[in-house]
């Protein structure tokens, strides 16, 4: 069935927050396509390689094939509204899925019914474990050859370190899958090919005693797993629907398995009970805990009510040809068209002109947003993504998302000097709508560095430059951004800070070990860990906060090449002040020079980036991917057949996957792939490094 529902959801607990996550190729955008064909909200299905999907409308995105930036869309399902944001699947824009996974309650975890778990589908999942969001899983293209919904589900149990619950059987295989059986309420879905919609029927004679089978392994395996299932399967053998689907629901909320269903999202089948799953077993805003913020240094909660004072988080800042959206996730209260909001980062006012719908490219202009809505908005100027809009009597800062560092570089510049100042506020623009890039101005050679999260993202970047603003420009060949970290410790080190100028003067002394952190150089290992071991009073608490303060401003250039530092472990031992001349100022001074001049004693190694690719290829070419790998200095870490083809996963320095997937084509006549995705640093050889500087400039890619 296909829904017609053009109702107004006004209740926050008819809300579902969702993201659409996975692999790239995995049909991330086909299944949001289908979600919003069968909800009424589009009367034309779109299709990726047709260009007219409505999620990927970029030009960009269009022409690649790929999702490049995270799109939010909003349709409705059974009386519930949908708010649902398509990220993108590539590794280098891992930071549009960080952001949308900060403002969403739930997520749809989607996999190729083939491949089962790919690199990409691990990191975005190990993602949303870290922000906490409930996930369903939909395994997709199961009309494929190869489609086996029960090995996709076995690699989830494996690489994700979870509990699948498989809540359908699939009715045929392959080419002749037409439909699935559901489990928790038995009975068969069974569409046709050309008509919208499912035709139900009861359970096929011949699939009977399988059904019955799988439904007893999956009240067992929920029993296990909660308390009051466990007790009425202990009195009956046996689980009532609404007893398994209320498990199934607390299950998924508390994290601890995963609701596994099936389908072609391409042959429209399996979407409809995937959106009543999104209905039945996700949260609605009031499911999740109350957001937190600060405000004069205390710690407030906020709880999903739409009379409370109003609170939103901007997740998203787009330039459109009807001026600058700025998408945000309200909290608590309600926002009306002409309300003044705070930015609370800031302190300046905003005034809000339109508040939209949206549907990617489109939107629809409504009057108000309640608590747990994601709407834009028309009308700030200055709120940046991260930032918080509050009522200007209530203000709150919640936390922002965080941005990962840039791990890749190049020089820019306008081909002509009269375009000198379109680029530097066309760069300016880029990095306000996109976080994760950044722009420096090179100080020995005085050029301009565009730095982002990969490759293709800077190809993005630079294209949309071009496009958008009607420059021509030159870029430089793409570098990666080196780091240092310490090659050994320095313990009970000294330093003196003594300053006299003829006004107040400064005095500081203080002694700190410096060691190597045991995950230097690992994916999410820390640039510093500091703490204190002073006894007796030596150095007073405020000013071991200012020598702290100082450690970390020293890691902003390391003695070997100028490159940030990573991996270090400080610890203050003691120190000494003045009755007049300490300071926080005069400690903080201290932390700074004491390390820098400990590295330099300790000596420092450069560290590269280093990414784990992912080839997958045939058979017949396996030994020229492995030598081409080796010549690129990548070291092999596994190899295994999957449907037919050979994939090789190595660890391969970031620099030298430059130019990397048109050798794997050529190598393999056009009939390989590969992924890759960051997996920390490395050492990197003798001579690497340079200077840190960008080079000169040419053409990227």
Same mark, same amino acid.
């Given at each position: 069935?296909?829904?017609?529902?053009?109702?107004? /959801?006004d209740?926050?607990?008819?809300?579902?927050?969702?993201?659409?996550?996975?692999?790239?190729?995995?049909?991330?955008?086909?299944?949001?396509?289908?979600?919003?064909?069968?909800?009424?909200?589009?009367?034309?299905?779109?299709?990726v390689h047709?260009?007219?999907?409505?999620?990927?409308?970029?030009?960009q995105?269009?022409d690649?094939?790929?999702?490049?930036?995270?799109?939010?869309?909003s349709?409705e399902w059974?009386?519930?509204?949908?708010?649902?944001?398509d990220?993108p699947?590539?590794?280098?824009?891992?930071?549009?899925?960080?952001?949308?996974l900060?403002?969403?309650?739930?997520?749809?975890?989607?996999f190729?019914? /083939?491949?089962?778990?790919?690199? &990409?589908?691990?990191?975005?999942?190990?993602?949303?474990?870290?922000?906490?969001?409930?996930?369903?899983?939909?395994?997709?293209?199961?009309d494929?050859?190869?489609?086996?919904?029960?090995a996709?589900?076995?690699?989830?149990?494996?690489?994700?370190?979870?509990?699948?619950?498989?809540?359908q059987?699939?009715?045929?295989?392959?080419?002749?899958?037409?439909?699935?059986?559901?489990?928790?309420?038995?009975?068969?879905l069974v569409?046709?090919?050309?008509?919208?919609?499912?035709?139900?029927?009861?359970v096929p004679?011949?699939?009977?005693?399988?059904?019955r089978?799988r439904?007893?392994?999956?009240?067992?395996?929920v029993?296990?797993?909660?308390?009051?299932?466990?007790?009425?399967?202990c009195?009956h053998s046996?689980?009532?629907?609404? !007893?398994?689907?209320?498990?199934?629901r607390?299950? +998924?909320?508390?994290?601890?398995?995963?609701?596994?269903?099936?389908?072609s999202a391409?042959?429209?089948?399996?979407?409809?009970?995937?959106?009543?799953a999104?209905?039945?077993?996700?949260?609605?805003p009031?499911?999740?805990?109350?957001?937190?913020?600060?405000?004069?240094?205390?710690?407030e909660?906020?709880?999903a009510?739409?009379e409370?004072?109003?609170?939103?988080?901007?997740?998203?800042?787009?330039?459109?040809?009807?001026?600058?959206?700025?998408?945000?996730? /309200?909290?608590s209260? +309600?926002l009306?068209?002409?309300? !003044?909001?705070l930015?609370?980062?800031?302190?300046r006012?905003?005034?809000i002109?339109?508040?939209?719908?949206?549907q990617?490219?489109?939107?629809?202009?409504?009057?108000?947003?309640?608590?747990?809505?994601?709407?834009?908005?028309?009308?700030?100027?200055?709120?940046?993504a991260g930032?918080?809009?509050?009522?200007?009597?209530?203000?709150?800062v919640?936390?922002?998302?965080?941005?990962?560092?840039?791990?890749?570089?190049?020089?820019v510049?306008?081909?002509s000097?009269?375009d +000198?100042?379109r680029?530097?506020?066309?760069?300016a623009?880029?990095?306000?709508?996109?976080?994760?890039l950044?722009?420096?101005t090179?100080?020995e050679?005085?050029?301009?560095?565009? =730095?982002?999260?990969?490759?293709?993202?800077?190809?993005?970047?630079?294209?949309r430059?071009?496009?958008?603003?009607?420059?021509a420009?030159?870029?430089?060949?793409? &570098?990666?951004?080196?780091?240092?970290?310490?090659?050994?410790?320095?313990?009970?080190?000294?330093?003196?800070?003594?300053?006299?100028d003829?006004?107040?003067?400064?005095?500081a &002394?203080?002694?700190?070990?410096?060691?190597v952190?045991?995950?230097?150089?690992?994916a999410g290992?820390?640039?510093?860990?500091?703490?204190?071991?002073?006894?007796?009073?030596?150095?007073?608490?405020?000013?071991?906060?200012?020598?702290?303060?100082?450690?970390?401003?020293?890691?902003?250039?390391?003695?070997?090449?100028?490159?940030?530092?990573?991996g270090?472990?400080?610890?203050?031992?003691?120190?000494?002040?003045?009755?007049?001349?300490?300071?926080e100022p005069?400690?903080r001074?201290?932390?700074?020079?004491?390390?820098r001049?400990?590295?330099? !004693?300790?000596?420092?190694?450069?560290?590269?980036?280093?990414a784990?690719? !992912?080839?997958?290829v045939?058979?017949?070419t396996?030994?020229g991917?492995?030598?081409?790998?080796?010549?690129?200095?990548?070291r092999?870490?596994?190899? =295994?057949?999957?449907?037919?083809?050979?994939? /090789?996963?190595a660890?391969?320095?970031?620099?030298?996957?430059?130019?990397?997937?048109?050798g794997?084509?050529?190598?393999? &006549?056009?009939?390989?792939?590969?992924?890759?995705?960051?997996?920390g640093?490395?050492?990197?050889?003798?001579?690497?490094?340079?200077?840190?500087?960008?080079?000169?400039?040419? =053409?990227l890619g």
């Open positions: 069935m296909r829904s017609t529902l053009h109702t107004t /959801v209740t926050v607990d008819a809300v579902r927050n969702i993201g659409i996550l996975a692999h790239v190729d995995a049909g991330k955008t086909t299944v949001t396509e289908r979600i919003l064909y069968l909800a009424g909200a589009v009367h034309k299905r779109g299709e047709d260009g007219t999907t409505v999620t990927d409308f970029d030009p995105e269009r690649r094939g790929i999702t490049i930036f995270a799109a939010a869309v349709c059974a009386g519930h509204r949908v708010n649902l944001i990220t699947g590539h590794v280098d824009f891992a930071d549009e899925v960080e952001r949308s900060r403002v969403l309650d739930g997520a749809v975890a989607v190729d019914a /083939v491949a089962g778990v790919e690199p &990409q589908s691990e990191s975005v999942w190990r993602q949303a474990d870290r922000h906490g969001v409930p996930r369903i899983a939909f395994v997709n293209k199961l494929r050859a190869g489609a086996d919904l029960d996709a589900a076995a690699s989830i149990r494996e690489r994700l370190g979870t509990v699948p619950l498989v809540v059987l699939p009715i045929g295989r392959e080419d002749a899958f037409t439909g699935v059986v559901d489990l928790v309420h038995p009975r068969a569409w046709t090919d050309g008509a919208d919609g499912f035709a139900v029927e009861p004679e011949e699939l009977a005693d399988e059904v089978e439904r007893r392994r999956l009240t067992e395996a029993a296990e797993l909660h308390p009051g299932a466990l007790e009425e399967f009195e046996e689980l009532s629907e609404a !007893t398994l689907t209320a498990a199934l607390d299950l +998924t909320h508390g994290g601890e398995a995963v609701v596994v269903l099936c389908g391409y042959r429209n089948r399996g979407v409809e009970p995937l959106l009543d999104v209905a039945a077993y996700l949260p609605s009031l499911d999740v805990p109350a957001v937190r913020g600060e405000h004069a240094g205390a710690v909660e906020r709880t009510d739409a409370g004072p109003f609170a939103g988080l901007v997740f998203k800042v787009a330039s459109t040809a009807t001026g600058r959206l700025t998408s945000l996730r /309200v909290y209260g +309600t009306r068209r002409g309300d !003044t909001v930015d609370a980062g800031t302190g006012t905003e005034r002109g339109r508040i939209l719908r949206v990617a490219g489109r939107h629809t202009e409504v009057d108000r947003a309640l608590a747990g809505d994601i709407v834009a908005v028309v009308g700030p100027k200055a709120a940046r930032a918080t809009l509050c009522a200007p009597d209530r203000p709150l919640l936390e922002p998302p965080t941005a990962a560092a840039p791990v890749v570089s190049v020089a510049e306008a081909r000097r009269a +000198t100042e680029l530097a506020s066309a760069l623009r880029l990095v306000e709508e996109d976080p994760s950044a722009v420096r090179d100080p050679t005085g050029q301009t560095v565009l =730095s982002g999260m990969g490759e293709l993202h800077l190809e993005v970047a630079v294209e430059i071009r496009r958008e603003h009607g420059l420009l030159n870029s430089g060949r793409p &570098q990666v951004s080196y780091r240092e970290a310490p090659a050994g410790a320095v313990r009970g080190f000294v330093y003196r800070h003594v300053k006299q003829g006004e107040a003067g400064q005095f &002394q203080i002694v700190i070990d410096v060691e952190l045991d995950d230097a150089g690992s290992g820390a640039d510093l860990v500091f703490g204190s071991a002073v006894v007796g009073g030596g150095v007073p608490r405020e000013y071991v906060r200012a020598v702290e303060a100082g450690c970390r401003d020293a890691l902003a250039e390391g003695p070997l090449g100028g490159h940030p530092v990573t270090v472990r400080v610890t203050l031992t003691d120190g000494a002040t003045h009755v007049k001349d300490s300071s005069a400690f001074t201290a932390g700074r020079f004491a390390l001049e400990a590295l330099r !004693t300790a000596g420092t190694v450069l560290l590269e980036p280093v784990e690719v !992912t080839a997958t045939p058979a017949d396996v030994g991917v492995l030598g081409d790998l080796a010549a690129r200095r990548g092999v870490t596994g190899q =295994s057949v999957r449907s037919g083809a050979a994939v /090789v996963t660890l391969v320095p970031l620099a030298e996957l430059f130019g990397y997937a048109s794997l084509r050529g190598r393999t &006549q056009g009939r390989g792939s590969f992924t890759s995705r960051p997996d640093y490395a050492p990197a050889p003798r001579g690497a490094g340079g200077t840190g500087r960008t080079g000169g400039t040419g =053409s």
